[in-house]
C-alpha cells in the first residue's frame, strides 16, 4: 500500500467529527466551572456544520484501502443527513441536559462519537468494517440510553438494549463468517464478484438471514425489535429521538449496500427474507402501538411500523423503489423529530409522558400543538405532508414494479397490506391529537420553548412540509444516491 | 460420516468437552462454578484455533480471554456482595421454547452447512502467521484498525460516566 497515494480529503467530515469530539472531551476536563458546559454543546453544533460543509466539497467521492471505505453518493447522502440530525439533537439537548447529569460534556462528546460511528457505518464497505462500526454506534448508543443512571428506566434503557445488541452482534458475526467461508473475502466488492456463480446455495441463504438479523436490529424490524419499546421510553428523550431516526438511517444505509450492492445478482436468497421482514413489521408494529398509552412507547411501535414500509422498497426492489426508500428515510426522519422535538419540551417542563396528559396542549402552547399535529399527520401519511409522498412513491413503486413483471404481480400484496395498516395507524397518531386540540386542559400553564429547541423544532417541521409541497429536490438527491449502488 | 484420523481425533475430544463444558456454564447453579467452565471453554476454543494452524490467535485467546476476562469474571463475583457461595436458578419458565429454538436452529445450521459445497483451499496458510497478521493490520485492514481505537476511547469514557458516582 502505497501511503502517498490515499486521499484524506474523502475522510474530512469524519475527521472534523472526530476531532471535535476529542476537543470537547478536553475542554470538558479544563474547564471547571459547571455554566461553560453549554458552550461544548454549541461547539458541537459548529464541528457539525463544518464536517457537513466538507461533505459538500466530496464531489464524486472514491474508496479507500482498496475498497473497504467508500466514499460514493449513497454514503454522502446518508452522512448529510445524519449530520442534521446530529445538529438538531444537540439544539434540543443544550436545555434537556442541563442540571440534569454531573456529565454534560461527555453527553456532547458521545454523541458526536455516535454520530461519527454512523457515518462509518454508510461508507464501511468490508464486514470486518461493518461490524466494528456496527458495535461502535451500539456501544455509544448503549452508554446513551443509560446516561441518566440514577433513574431506573434509563438504566433498563440501556441495559436491554446492551443485551439484545450482543446478541444481535453475535449473530451477525456468525452470518459474516459464513460468507467469508464461502467466497474467501471479506469487501463487498469482490464478494458481489464471487457470488455472482450461484444459482443457490443454502449457507448463502442461512448467513442472509443472520446478517439481516444483525442489521434488523439497528432498524427495529420485527421480530428483531424487542428492544426497541423499552429503550425508547427510559432512554433520555433526546437520545430517543437519535435512535428514532439517526440508527435507523445507518441501518438502512448498510442493509442497501450489503443486501443490494453486495448481494444484488443473487436477490433470491434475500428478497423472501426483506418481505417477512416488512410484513411482520408492518402488523405487529401498528397493532402494538394501538393500546400504548406512554407516548414515546407509541412512538417506538409506529417507528417499528415505518421500518416495516420502507422494508417494502427493498424487497421490491426496482430503482424507483430503492429511491422511495431514501426519500422516506429523510421525510420519516423529518417527521419523527419534530414529534420528539415537542414532546422533549412538553417533558422536561411537565415530566408527564403518557398520552393523556396532552389533553388541551392547543390551549397551553399552540406552537407545540401545531408542530405535533403536523409530525403526526406526515407519520400518517395525510397529504401534503412529507409522510403522503414518500407513502406514494414506495407503495407506487411496489404497484408499478408487479404490473410490468407477471411474474412478481404477487409484489402487489405489500402496498395493498401497506395501506391497510396505513389507515389503522392513523387511528392511534389522532389519539394524540384529539387530546391536544379537544379534550380541556387539566393544568392551563403555557409551556415555554426554550430558543434552540424551538430553532430545531422550526427546522425539522419546515422541513416536513417542504418535503411534501416541493419534492422534486429532494427526490432527485434520493435519485443520485441510489445510482451508486443500483 | 465420522472419519478417525490423527486430525480428527483431537478435533472430536475438544468438540466433546467445549460442548459439554458450554452446557455446564449455562446450567450450574453456582455462579464460580459456571466461570471456571467458562476458562475451560475457552481452553477448548484455543485448541481448535492450534489445530487450524492460527497458533498466534490460539496464544491470544488464553491471554486475554483466559486471563483476562475470566479472572475479571472472578473477581466481579467475589467482590459482589453475597454472590459467591449463592446457588441461583439459570433457566426462567421459558427454557423449554428456547431449547426447541436452539435445536431448530442446530439443524438449520447443520443442514446447511452439509449441503453446501464447499471450496477446499490447496494453500494450507503460511508458516509463521504473527509477521503476516501484523502486517495486514497495519496496511489493508488499518482502517478498521484505527476505528477500533475510537471504540476503545467511547468504551473508556462511557465506562467511567456510567460507574462513578
Redesign the interface.
Known amino acids: 500500500m502505497n501511503w502517498a497515494f490515499i486521499d484524506w480529503t474523502l475522510l474530512a467530515p469524519e475527521i472534523i467529527v472526530l476531532i471535535t469530539a476529542l476537543l470537547i472531551f478536553g475542554l470538558d476536563l479544563i474547564w471547571g466551572d459547571e455554566s461553560e458546559r453549554e458552550t461544548l454543546g454549541w461547539l458541537g453544533i459548529l464541528g457539525l456544520i463544518f464536517a457537513f460543509y466538507a461533505t459538500l466539497a466530496l464531489g464524486q467521492g472514491g474508496e479507500l484501502f482498496n475498497h473497504i471505505y467508500v466514499v460514493d453518493s449513497l454514503s454522502i447522502f446518508s452522512k448529510q443527513i445524519l449530520l442534521g440530525i446530529g445538529v438538531l439533537i444537540i439544539l434540543a439537548s443544550l436545555d434537556y441536559i442541563k442540571g440534569a447529569t454531573k456529565y454534560e460534556g461527555e453527553y456532547y462528546g458521545l454523541l458526536l462519537l455516535a454520530i461519527l460511528a454512523m457515518m462509518l457505518i454508510s461508507s464501511a464497505a468490508e464486514l470486518i468494517t461493518i461490524f466494528i462500526c456496527l458495535e461502535f454506534a451500539t456501544l455509544t448508543c448503549i452508554i446513551l440510553s443509560a446516561y441518566f443512571k440514577h433513574e431506573p428506566k434509563s438504566t433498563e434503557a440501556g441495559l436491554k438494549y446492551l443485551l439484545v445488541g450482543l446478541l444481535s452482534a453475535v449473530v451477525l458475526l456468525y452470518g459474516i463468517s459464513l460468507v467469508y467461508g464461502l467466497t474467501g473475502t471479506t469487501t463487498l466488492y469482490q464478494i458481489g464478484g464471487s457470488i455472482r456463480k450461484y444459482a443457490f446455495q443454502p449457507v448463502l441463504f442461512i448467513s442472509c438471514i443472520f446478517l439481516a438479523a444483525g442489521f434488523g436490529f439497528k432498524i427495529a424490524a420485527v421480530p428483531f425489535h424487542t428492544w426497541a419499546p423499552d429503550t425508547y421510553e427510559g432512554a433520555p428523550t433526546p437520545i430517543t429521538a437519535f435512535l428514532a431516526t439517526a440508527s435507523k438511517v445507518a441501518g438502512f444505509v448498510i442493509l442497501l449496500r450489503f443486501f443490494v450492492g453486495g448481494l444484488g445478482d443473487i436477490e433470491g436468497h434475500w428478497i423472501g427474507i426483506m418481505v417477512t421482514l416488512a410484513v411482520l413489521s408492518m402488523s405487529i408494529g401498528n397493532l402494538s402501538a394501538i393500546p400504548q398509552t406512554d407516548i414515546k412507547r407509541m412512538l417506538a411501535y409506529s417507528s417499528i411500523a415505518h421500518a416495516g414500509y420502507i422494508l417494502i422498497g427493498l424487497a421490491v426492489l426496482s430503482r424507483e423503489s430503492l429511491t422511495a426508500v431514501l426519500f422516506y428515510l429523510l421525510a420519516y426522519a423529518a417527521a419523527n423529530l419534530g414529534a420528539f422535538l415537542v414532546i422533549i419540551a412538553f417533558s422536561k417542563w411537565t415530566d408527564l409522558h403518557n398520552i393523556s396528559d396532552y389533553a388541551g396542549l392547543s390551549k397551553r402552547s399552540p406552537l407545540l400543538a401545531l408542530s405535533m399535529l403536523l409530525a403526526l399527520m406526515s407519520m400518517a401519511g395525510i397529504p401534503p405532508l412529507g409522510g403522503f409522498i414518500g407513502k406514494f412513491y414506495i407503495f407506487a413503486g411496489a404497484v408499478s414494479e408487479a404490473v410490468s413483471d407477471p411474474e412478481r404481480l404477487w409484489l402487489i400484496g405489500l402496498p395493498v397490506w401497506g395501506v391497510i395498516f396505513s389507515i389503522v395507524s392513523v387511528y392511534y397518531y389522532f389519539g394524540v391529537i384529539k387530546a391536544m386540540y379537544l379534550v380541556e386542559p387539566v393544568d392551563t400553564q403555557p409551556i415555554p420553548i426554550p430558543v434552540p429547541l424551538g430553532l430545531a423544532l422550526l427546522i425539522a417541521i419546515l422541513l416536513t412540509l417542504l418535503i411534501g409541497i416541493y419534492p422534486g429536490p429532494f427526490l432527485a438527491l434520493s435519485e443520485s444516491a441510489i445510482q451508486s449502488i443500483f | 460420516m465420522i472419519e478417525l484420523t490423527a486430525q480428527t481425533i483431537p478435533f472430536y475430544i475438544l468438540a466433546v468437552i467445549a460442548v459439554i463444558s458450554a452446557l455446564a456454564v449455562v446450567s450450574l447453579k453456582n455462579l464460580v462454578h459456571s466461570v471456571l467452565f467458562l476458562a475451560l471453554f475457552f481452553f477448548c476454543m484455543a485448541g481448535f484455533y492450534i489445530l487450524l494452524k492460527a497458533e498466534f490467535l490460539a496464544a491470544v485467546q488464553i491471554f486475554v480471554y483466559v486471563g483476562g476476562i475470566t479472572v475479571l469474571f472472578l473477581f466481579l463475583i467475589m467482590l459482589t456482595f453475597k454472590v459467591a457461595d449463592k446457588r441461583l436458578r439459570q433457566t426462567n419458565e421459558q427454557w423449554l421454547i428456547a431449547f426447541v429454538m436452539v435445536i431448530l436452529f442446530g439443524w438449520?445450521?447443520v443442514?446447511?452447512?452439509s449441503?453446501?459445497n464447499?471450496?477446499i483451499?490447496e494453500w494450507s496458510g503460511p508458516e509463521k502467521t504473527i509477521p503476516v497478521i501484523g502486517k495486514l493490520l497495519l496496511?489493508?485492514?488499518?482502517?478498521?484498525f484505527e476505528?477500533?481505537s475510537?471504540?476503545l476511547?467511547?468504551?473508556l469514557?462511557?465506562a467511567i460516566?456510567?460507574a462513578r458516582k
Open positions: 438449520l445450521l443442514t446447511g452447512l449441503e453446501t464447499w471450496e483451499a496496511t489493508t485492514y488499518i482502517f478498521p476505528v477500533v475510537v471504540v476511547l467511547a468504551a469514557i462511557g460516566v456510567i
